[in-house]
Structure formats: C-alpha cells, structure tokens
C-alpha cells in the first residue's frame, strides 16, 4: 500500500513518539525537580504582577463589602480624580489649545488676553463649560493634591493631640517625627525609580518616534513638551541622569525645579518644601489651645499667600482643615439626629458650597476676567499675584477639601462618588498615575495618536474625535495598567520601606 520511502518515514514518525513517550515517562532527577519549581514558580510570580490588581480578585481590590474610612476616604477618591485630570490635561494640551479657555470666550476679548497663537481659536465646545471641564483641566489638580498634603501629614498628630487632652498618654512628637522621617522615601523614592527608567528608555532610543512626530507642528499643534536628550553613551546619560535627579533634591530653592526627564515632576520637591515648612510650625501648633492655634494659623494662611507662597499657604490650609474635622468626626459618633428645619438648611448650605467650589476648580488658565460666568470671580483675584490663574481654582481646592472632610462618609453622594471602589482604586494608584503617564505620552501616545487619525482622517470633526477617542482608550488602558504595575512593584514598597527604617531609627 505504501512505497519504501512512505514507509520509512512511517517507522520514523513512530521512533519519534516512542522517544517522545519515554521523555515523559522517566522520572524528573532532583536537579530537574528544583528547576521546574523554579521556573513555574517565577512563571506564577511574573504573571501575578502583570496582571491587574482589579482582575486578581477581592484580595487585591475593594470588595462589594468594603466599608470605607471615616472622613479621609472620600479624600482618597478625590485624589484619584485628580490625577486623572492632571493626565488629561497633558494629553489634550499637546493637541488642543480649548483646554486653557472657558466656554464663551469672546473673540473680541481673545485679541487682548489670549496666547498668541490661540487668538483665533473658536472657545464654543460645550466641553468648556465649567464643571464639564474638570475633566481635563490641570491646574485644579494641582490645587487638591497640596492641601490634601497639608491635611494628610497633619492628620495623625492632630488626632493624637486631641487623645492628649482627653487625658490619654499619647506623644504627639512621636508622630510628627514619623511622619518627618518617612516623607522623603515616600516622596522620592517612586519618581527617582521612574526617572531613572525613563533614561534608560531615552538611552535604548524609545523617545526617538515621539521626538520626530511633537515636532511636527501639524500633529502637535499647542505645547510640545521636552524630549530630552539622546546622549552618545549610556555612561553621559546617567551622569546626566544625576545632575537632574540632584536638582531635583535642592530643597532650598524655591523656584518651580524641572527635571528634564519628565517635566511634570516639579511638584515633588516643591511638595517636600512645604512639608518641611509644615513640620516646622506643627509642633508649636499642637502646643497652642485650639482656639487660638486656628486663629494663628488662619492669619499665617493669609501671610505666606502674601509673600507669593499659594503653595505654602495651601499645605497650612490642609491643616486647618484637619484640626476642624477631626472633632467634627468625634462628634458625629453618638450625635442626635438634627431636627427637620435644621436638617434641610445643612443639605442646602453643602449643595451650594459644592456648587461654589466646582466653579471655582473650573476657572480658565487665560482670560478669566472675560470669560462668562467668571467676571465677577476675577475680582478677587489680587493684582499683585504672580500666579493669578492660580488663585481661584486654589479657592476652590480648599473649599472642596473642607466640604468633604466635614461630610459624612454615610452621605449618599459621598458614598457613590468617592468612596466606592473605583474612585477609591483611583486614589489607590493615583501617584503612579501621575508619574507614569509623562514618560508614557512621550513613548506610546505621541505616536499612537496619529496613527488613529491616519485611519479615521482628520478632515471633519467626527473623523478627527473618532480618531481621538479610539487613541485615547488605548493609551489610557495601557497607562492604568502601567500605573497600577508601578504601584505595586515599586511605590507600595517605597512605602513599606519608609516604614522599616522609621521604626529601625526611632527610640
């Protein structure tokens, strides 16, 4: 039936899985017993850490049960807000200059007021309009993160304080100096890490697609943020990989410090300033009689603001927040329900309050004065501040912080808005997010862009949104995913390890 030739091969096929079968048949030796184990086992670690902390389960993220913390929990999620807004703001300013305008800007007023380049621009998209703007806008941000700062490293030993004068024997200084001793790591540690990937990426030639396409004035078409350098040798980019990292620790200087590796991470040692300038007044503070202490530190508020300090005065504004909240939360425990009238004037005060603050995290970069709905908000505006676009969105971070911090976590709106799981995984990674998404914008998003809009055409505005949107969903899962690695393999830790060393060097 079959030729010599077929029937060789038969036979041979057939040698084949008789091999085969006695591979798997004879037992594994010691040696290759322990390099299975290893090799499964670094198999399992790897794809642990790879996959999402949301798709692991319950263990890894907020269960249906979860029941949120008292007070500080809301002010996680709104965290996650904002820095998803900050993110946003980076990805949409490289392509649309609507970003810095309210909605119904006048041309006319555009002409005066207006970056030079954006005078013509039509500032009519609905998306413009406050409130609906939060979602990209990046100042605000700003704003929350430094009096969220202010109020979380104050937290602890102001509530401890107040155990102190319920008779209890707590030592205030003890949390302070925990808190000293751990802000440096946790500041510093997760953006150092991240930098140092973003060089070697630089160095492997990553940037080089982003560098050629943000040059292209047609594609990035409003800011076009720094791509930094390409050195001949991996050894020159670290040295300069050095200088930078060590402008950035030069805590005595007070200007904005950019690290050329990510523009974005000015933040972190202006954080760090206003946390020493925290820490310098926190002890006297709790020394103080409450009264008298929040009198002070209003003033103080007003005082540095004055000296053209806003980020300084925000840190001092957290605290005073803190101080006020946390008996309002004791409180609260064992209160009795508050009478009808009563009940409706708080629930109409905090919707208003809500309202008022929103609007003031919505106010414009440019032309605030003539921007519908802002004119009279501009006004409050001092004529000798130097960061004037600043001013009300600052406002409105502290007037928002307050208003959640004295709101119960049972509150409804509160409940589903902040302290469900999603905002609260938000705020889980939201410092990853922060750190992340520069370098990632730089490497995938600048390239990843374009690419839709060469599928879907720019020549109507559907065409041009499609494109924007399907780019966008992409590069924002691929950003969380990042985020969400980053937070577990290197900012949790940095956490942890904050922890060891306070513990290791305290008495």
């Not at 005595?252 to 946390?275: A, M, Q």
């Not at 957290?318 to 009478?339: C, F, H, N």
């Not at 976590?409 to 799981?421: D, E, I, M, T």
């Not at 780019?471 to 690695?485: G, K, Q, R």
Request: aromatic share 14%; charged share 15%; hydrophobic share 45%.
């Amino acid at each position: 039936m079959f030729s010599e030739e077929e029937q060789g091969m038969l036979r041979g096929s057939s040698n084949s899985r008789t091999m085969v079968s006695e591979f798997y048949d004879k037992p594994i030796s010691g040696k290759g017993k322990r390099a299975f184990k290893l090799v499964s086992g670094a198999w399992c670690t790897l794809t642990q850490v790879l996959i999402p902390s949301f798709c692991q389960g319950p263990s890894s993220y907020p269960a249906a049960g979860w029941q949120p913390r008292q007070g500080t929990s809301s002010l996680d999620g709104l965290r996650g807000y904002a820095a998803v807004a900050v993110m946003n703001y980076h990805i949409l300013y490289a392509f649309q200059p609507a970003v810095f305008y309210g909605y119904g800007l006048p041309g006319t007023a555009a002409l005066e007021c207006a970056r030079p380049e954006d005078r013509n621009e039509h500032n009519l998209w609905l998306h413009q309009l406050p409130i609906i703007r939060l979602l990209y806008t990046g100042t605000w941000p700003i704003s929350i993160f430094f009096v969220l700062s202010g109020f979380a490293l104050s937290y602890k030993p102001l509530r401890e304080s107040r155990k102190l004068e319920a008779g209890g024997d707590v030592n205030t200084t003890t949390a302070i100096v925990s808190s000293l001793v751990r802000r440096p790591f946790r500041l510093y540690g997760p953006p150092l890490m991240i930098s140092f990937i973003t060089m070697m990426s630089i160095q492997l030639g990553a940037y080089e697609p982003g560098r050629a396409i943000s040059s292209n004035r047609s594609i990035v078409s409003v800011i076009e943020e720094i791509h930094h350098k390409r050195f001949h040798t991996l050894g020159l980019q670290i040295l300069d990989w050095l200088h930078q990292t060590w402008r950035m620790l030069n805590v005595f200087w007070w200007g904005d410090l950019h690290n050329k590796y990510d523009v974005h991470l000015w933040t972190i040692p202006t954080e760090f300033r206003c946390s020493l300038t925290l820490f310098l007044v926190l002890p006297a503070y709790l020394a103080t009689r409450p009264i008298m202490r929040k009198a002070f530190l209003a003033v103080l508020i007003v005082y540095v603001y004055a000296l053209d300090r806003w980020d300084v005065a925000l840190f001092y504004a957290g605290m005073l927040i803190a101080d006020t909240a946390i008996p309002a939360w004791q409180s609260q425990d064992g209160a009795e329900p508050a009478k009808r009238s009563r009940y409706y004037l708080i629930r109409i005060s905090r919707a208003f309050l809500l309202g008022l603050s929103l609007l003031f995290l919505s106010a414009p970069d440019f032309c605030i004065q003539d921007t519908p709905g802002f004119e009279i908000i501009s006004r409050l505006i001092p004529s000798s501040d130097p960061a004037p676009f600043r001013f009300i969105p600052n406002l409105g971070g502290i007037l928002l912080v307050a208003l959640l911090a004295h709101t119960d976590a049972s509150n409804r709106l509160v409940s589903l808005g902040f302290n469900s799981p999603f905002p609260q995984y938000l705020g889980r990674i939201s410092y990853s997010l922060y750190l992340v998404h520069g370098p990632l914008m730089h490497t995938v998003g600048y390239a990843l862009f374009p690419l839709f809009w060469r599928i879907t055409g720019v020549e109507e505005t559907w065409r041009y949104v499609v494109g924007f949107a399907a780019a966008y969903f992409v590069f924002i899962t691929i950003t969380i995913w990042t985020a969400d690695l980053v937070c577990r393999t290197i900012d949790e830790p940095c956490v942890k390890l904050a922890k060891i060393i306070q513990e290791r060097i305290s008495l």
